[in-house]
């Protein structure tokens, strides 16, 4: 394989540990809705799939299969919640700074593509200092793909880096989704077994590379 030159990180459960604040404004979210909470194994479930938020709240409630305008108000109220009490239940993976400046002093380009919200990703990275190691940051926004679509890769990625080979860059995920997203693009991809993904299917899918802990993460890139 060519010489590993940049690193696509995920956000939840590669970067950050998410679950708490997800569970927490998923289940405020249906409260203020006057809808049943899910229970948290149903929540985690959709963590574990790496699901955009949209799906995430399909999945929890039928009902807004048909009813799209309330899919559309849980959805704001959600990362309205997220903003106001779910960044307080952010943080880092031990390690994730310590890699990231390793990996960016190295001159590797360190890159977080999610489908979770661009606002909540910003402003955590920010409020954990880890934004100057970052070179771009590309989430669920207006115009943007969603992982797995690849497009995030050629229309949003490689026309930013002149040079850079799709098989030069990595992808760290811990879900499904991030390893579909891999091989869709072309990209080589490294398994986060320390994160929400499962087991059992996550392997199924034969990624090249598996981490248990972050800071495995500069060894690998190290030995390409």
């Not at 990703?121 to 100057?132: K, N, V």
């Not at 115009?143 to 949003?156: C, S, Y």
């Not at 993904?197 to 802990?213: N, T, V």
Request: net charge negative.
């Amino acid at each position: 394989m060519s010489a590993i030159k940049a690193v696509i990180f995920d956000y939840d459960g590669t970067l950050f540990d998410t679950r708490p604040a997800i569970v927490h404004c998923t289940e405020r979210t249906f409260a203020l809705s006057g809808r049943p909470i899910p229970p948290i194994a149903a929540i985690l479930r959709t963590v574990a799939s790496g699901i955009t938020l949209q799906d995430t709240f399909l999945q929890l409630d039928e009902a807004l299969q048909r009813d799209r305008a309330a899919l559309q108000d849980r959805v704001k109220t959600y990362r309205a919640l997220y903003q106001d009490e779910g960044t307080a239940l952010l943080k880092p993976f031990p390690g994730a700074a310590e890699v990231l400046r390793e990996l960016r002093g190295g001159g590797t380009i360190c890159i977080v593509v999610s489908n979770k919200g661009s606002a909540a990703i910003h402003r955590s990275l920010d409020e954990a200092s880890l934004g100057p190691f970052i070179d771009l940051a590309l989430a669920d926004e207006a115009g943007l793909p969603k992982k797995p679509d690849p497009a995030l890769i050629t229309d949003h990625v490689l026309p930013r880096y002149s040079g850079l080979h799709i098989r030069q860059i990595l992808m760290v995920g811990d879900t499904t989704t991030d390893i579909l997203f891999a091989r869709a693009s072309g990209m080589p991809c490294c398994w986060a077994s320390y994160g929400y993904g499962e087991a059992e299917r996550c392997r199924a899918l034969a990624p090249e590379y598996e981490i248990s802990r972050i800071e495995e993460l500069p060894a690998l890139v190290r030995r390409h």
